[in-house]
């Protein structure tokens, strides 16, 4: 298998390195995913992390990097940037770069302040006529220091966007000369002044000025010198640069050498709307992570390392808190005590137990670790199969992304490709065992290999990699019994068929359909804390207006409701049929006392039974009431709440006799 892979990564792999750095780049990839595709799929650029296994799947930011994750956006004042233009890609009336900078800032900022609540965001304008206190550097005004993003900060944000705000008169636009590295130094200062934890630090540079030092070559020398120094220190400079559609932003004049951007990904093209420049910024000012760093084991003796990333993850509220009548927070604190003595016990004095032929097995915490653990967390190669023998109902969770990663073992990059290269090319998936992390239970996946495609000028639209598709243990399969019910006739089936293709989705995307539920409580939040009217304007993508259907549609849906539901009936009648009142619940008396008596003439559970079930641990078969009517049956009152109190009030009474 070695062989294997060092003469495919001499015939292909070299090939894939050479002709898009980007693909196995540090800074990771981008691209695109269909919840309904199998073969797509994209994935963020992240931080390196150290360590082995560890899985970050719902965990925090701060948590996994052990800090906040901080962006300032460094926008430019200079009267170039309040030229009006009219957007290439919007109906709008023309504006300034300047707005649409604003715009998608305050875009973002609304966004961060209720998905991300822990995390620092500032707003700098450097090139500006006056600066906020004397301390700061000259032509550099800052709007909004490092810090949680207010509800205050953001509507006097989008005052600025408006024109409510005078800029002009408060702030100013210098038309002379300006030093790109003060602002840039501030910055610096800026995240340095922050005493928590920092995860990552990011800078945001807004500008529609390709080369502002065309003719001054010492102010360009200290900028990239100042720039090179922020990046030293794992401060990232990222361009969200803005040019008309007629004009040209030339990227290697001036700005090139120090921000991350690259030509070849497809976020660094220059935005020429606000539709593109506002996604450009939500995608940078996002944190990206991978959920693990782990070995790829193939043998004995042969291993690689990978990263790990999700694709798709659930979209939620945040937790709300609880407050005291004087809106202080609620600190929750649990303790557990003897139920005999009532002594408070420590977590090195409880043990777990677990009943088992109606003996409790008692475990401490050593045995229960001991017991968990199967391995140190990584992927395991177990063999190869067919690609077509990959079931879609197979999948019984979210899949996950796997790419290279050259911080474990050195070279794995190649191996990576040339395992990929041989996938594709003889339409294989490959099956492993897979630890997630330490004392995690094992996982029984398929690799299913993700071939490299690009767009029409040559960026990458999906990365190459292995989609993990977590597969079901025997354990986990489940039979269905097939009900026979009635046959549809000829006519019926085929009308269905033509409903079917007149509402076939032609381009459909998960990521055209944002969640109702979410939306609404949002913007509920954003109206409440931002001193706004509530209002329910939010669009409900998945809400479908019959009107909108397409003719052949609407016909064809009738034809079907006539030749499936008797003559007179109306299915709006039936969605909004009341349920049944009280009286028409007494009325049901004479079928009530039926299922009573019925319920009456079931026998209780015997003395023998019971004995029976002890002995076998098969006790927690019994239902509730059968439980308290043998603890009844045994002159014993019935105490607790839960089935499981019951159980075990059961098991000690029948262990004493």
Request: hydrophobic share 35%.
């Given at each position: 298998?070695?062989?294997?892979?060092?003469?495919?990564?001499?015939?292909?792999?070299?090939?894939?390195?050479?002709?898009?750095?980007?693909?196995?780049?540090?800074?990771?990839?981008?691209?695109?995913?269909?919840?309904?595709?199998?073969?797509?799929?994209?994935?963020?650029?992240?931080?390196?992390?150290?360590?082995?296994?560890?899985?970050?799947?719902?965990?925090?930011?701060?948590?996994?990097?052990?800090?906040?994750?901080?962006?300032?956006?460094?926008?430019?004042?200079?009267?170039?940037?309040?030229?009006?233009?009219?957007?290439?890609?919007?109906?709008?009336?023309?504006?300034?770069?300047?707005?649409?900078?604003?715009?998608?800032?305050?875009?973002?900022?609304?966004?961060?302040?209720?998905?991300?609540?822990?995390?620092?965001?500032?707003?700098?304008?450097?090139?500006?006529?006056?600066?906020?206190?004397?301390?700061?550097?000259?032509?550099?005004?800052?709007f909004q220091e490092l810090d949680v993003p207010s509800a205050k900060q953001i509507q006097l944000l989008e005052n600025v966007a408006d024109g409510e705000f005078d800029f002009d008169d408060e702030i100013g636009s210098n038309s002379?000369?300006?030093?790109?590295?003060?602002?840039?130094?501030?910055?610096?200062?800026?995240?340095?002044?922050?005493?928590?934890?920092?995860?990552?630090?990011?800078?945001?540079?807004?500008?529609?000025?390709?080369?502002?030092?065309?003719?001054?070559?010492?102010?360009?020398?200290?900028?990239?010198?100042?720039?090179?120094?922020?990046?030293?220190?794992?401060?990232?400079?990222?361009?969200?640069?803005?040019?008309?559609?007629?004009?040209?932003?030339?990227?290697?004049?001036?700005?090139?050498?120090?921000?991350?951007?690259?030509?070849?990904?497809?976020?660094?093209?220059?935005?020429?709307?606000?539709?593109?420049?506002?996604?450009?910024?939500?995608?940078?000012?996002?944190?990206?992570?991978?959920?693990?760093?782990?070995?790829?084991?193939?043998?004995?003796?042969?291993?690689?390392?990978?990263?790990?990333?999700?694709?798709?993850?659930?979209?939620?509220?945040?937790?709300?808190?609880?407050?005291?009548?004087?809106?202080?927070?609620?600190?929750?604190?649990?303790?557990?005590?003897?139920?005999?003595?009532?002594?408070?016990?420590?977590?090195?004095?409880?043990?777990?137990?677990?009943?088992?032929?109606?003996?409790?097995?008692?475990?401490?915490?050593?045995?229960?670790?001991?017991?968990?653990?199967?391995?140190d967390p990584g992927l395991l190669l177990l063999g190869f199969k067919p690609r077509e023998t990959l079931l879609k109902s197979y999948n019984v969770k979210k899949s996950s992304f796997m790419y290279p990663d050259e911080s474990i073992?050195?070279?794995?990059?190649?191996?990576?490709?040339?395992?990929?290269?041989?996938?594709?090319?003889?339409?294989?998936?490959?099956?492993?065992?897979?630890?997630?992390?330490?004392?995690?239970?094992?996982?029984?996946?398929?690799?299913?290999?993700?071939?490299?495609?690009?767009?029409?000028?040559?960026?990458?639209?999906?990365?190459?990699?292995?989609?993990?598709?977590?597969?079901?243990?025997?354990?986990?399969?489940?039979?269905?019994?097939?009900?026979s019910g009635p046959t549809p006739s000829e006519e019926q089936v085929n009308t269905c068929k033509k409903l079917i293709k007149s509402m076939n989705f032609t381009e459909f995307s998960s990521e055209r359909f944002e969640n109702p539920?979410?939306?609404?409580?949002?913007?509920?939040?954003?109206?409440?804390?931002?001193?706004?009217?509530?209002?329910?304007?939010?669009?409900?993508?998945?809400?479908?207006?019959?009107?909108?259907?397409?003719?052949?549609?609407?016909?064809?849906?009738?034809?079907?409701?006539?030749?499936?539901?008797?003559?007179?009936?109306?299915?709006?009648?039936?969605?909004?049929?009341?349920?049944?009142?009280?009286?028409?619940?007494?009325?049901?008396?004479?079928?009530?006392?039926?299922?009573?008596?019925?319920?009456?003439?079931?026998?209780?559970?015997?003395?023998?039974?019971?004995?029976?079930?002890?002995?076998?641990?098969?006790?927690?078969?019994?239902?509730?009431?059968?439980?308290?009517?043998?603890?009844?049956?045994?002159?014993?009152?019935?105490?607790?709440?839960?089935?499981?109190?019951?159980?075990?009030?059961?098991?000690?009474?029948?262990?004493?006799?």
């Amino acid at each position: 298998f070695v062989c294997l892979c060092v003469c495919i990564w001499k015939r292909r792999g070299r090939e894939m390195t050479t002709t898009s750095s980007s693909t196995w780049g540090s800074s990771g990839f981008s691209g695109s995913s269909s919840l309904w595709d199998w073969g797509t799929g994209f994935d963020d650029d992240t931080d390196t992390q150290g360590g082995h296994g560890v899985d970050v799947e719902d965990a925090d930011a701060a948590l996994f990097k052990g800090g906040k994750d901080c962006v300032i956006f460094l926008i430019d004042a200079s009267p170039a940037m309040f030229e009006e233009f009219s957007p290439a890609d919007e109906e709008n009336e023309a504006q300034t770069f300047f707005q649409q900078s604003v715009k998608a800032v305050h875009s973002a900022l609304r966004t961060k302040i209720i998905t991300s609540d822990k995390d620092l965001m500032g707003i700098v304008f450097f090139s500006t006529e006056k600066r906020k206190s004397d301390a700061d550097p000259n032509h550099v005004y800052v709007f909004q220091e490092l810090d949680v993003p207010s509800a205050k900060q953001i509507q006097l944000l989008e005052n600025v966007a408006d024109g409510e705000f005078d800029f002009d008169d408060e702030i100013g636009s210098n038309s002379g000369s300006y030093a790109l590295n003060d602002a840039l130094w501030y910055c610096g200062n800026m995240f340095a002044s922050v005493r928590s934890k920092v995860a990552t630090k990011r800078i945001l540079l807004f500008t529609n000025t390709d080369n502002p030092y065309r003719d001054d070559t010492s102010l360009r020398d200290q900028t990239e010198t100042k720039a090179k120094d922020l990046r030293d220190v794992n401060i990232d400079i990222d361009l969200m640069h803005m040019s008309t559609p007629d004009a040209n932003f030339d990227l290697d004049a001036f700005y090139k050498d120090f921000v991350v951007n690259d030509n070849e990904d497809p976020e660094a093209n220059v935005s020429c709307g606000f539709d593109n420049l506002l996604a450009r910024v939500r995608y940078k000012s996002q944190k990206k992570r991978a959920r693990m760093t782990i070995p790829f084991q193939i043998g004995d003796n042969l291993q690689f390392g990978v990263k790990v990333y999700n694709l798709v993850g659930d979209a939620g509220k945040a937790n709300y808190l609880w407050l005291s009548p004087d809106q202080v927070e609620v600190s929750t604190k649990t303790r557990y005590y003897c139920a005999e003595t009532s002594a408070p016990l420590l977590s090195t004095d409880m043990k777990s137990t677990y009943t088992y032929g109606g003996e409790k097995i008692v475990f401490d915490k050593g045995e229960v670790d001991k017991m968990k653990n199967f391995g140190d967390p990584g992927l395991l190669l177990l063999g190869f199969k067919p690609r077509e023998t990959l079931l879609k109902s197979y999948n019984v969770k979210k899949s996950s992304f796997m790419y290279p990663d050259e911080s474990i073992v050195g070279g794995s990059t190649k191996l990576f490709a040339a395992l990929l290269d041989r996938c594709l090319t003889l339409g294989k998936v490959a099956i492993c065992r897979f630890i997630p992390r330490v004392n995690a239970q094992p996982e029984f996946v398929a690799l299913l290999p993700q071939e490299e495609r690009l767009n029409a000028d040559g960026s990458q639209a999906v990365p190459p990699g292995f989609h993990i598709i977590t597969l079901p243990f025997a354990d986990d399969m489940r039979k269905i019994k097939k009900t026979s019910g009635p046959t549809p006739s000829e006519e019926q089936v085929n009308t269905c068929k033509k409903l079917i293709k007149s509402m076939n989705f032609t381009e459909f995307s998960s990521e055209r359909f944002e969640n109702p539920t979410l939306q609404k409580h949002f913007a509920a939040l954003e109206a409440l804390a931002l001193d706004k009217d509530m209002t329910d304007d939010f669009v409900d993508q998945t809400e479908v207006d019959p009107a909108n259907l397409p003719p052949k549609a609407r016909d064809r849906s009738k034809k079907l409701a006539e030749l499936l539901f008797p003559d007179g009936y109306d299915p709006q009648s039936v969605a909004t049929a009341k349920k049944p009142t009280a009286s028409a619940k007494r009325s049901a008396t004479s079928s009530g006392t039926s299922k009573r008596a019925k319920a009456a003439e079931k026998p209780a559970v015997d003395d023998g039974r019971l004995k029976d079930m002890y002995e076998k641990g098969t006790l927690k078969k019994l239902t509730v009431p059968e439980l308290k009517d043998a603890i009844k049956s045994k002159g014993h009152a019935v105490r607790g709440k839960r089935k499981a109190d019951f159980l075990e009030q059961l098991e000690e009474i029948l262990g004493a006799n």
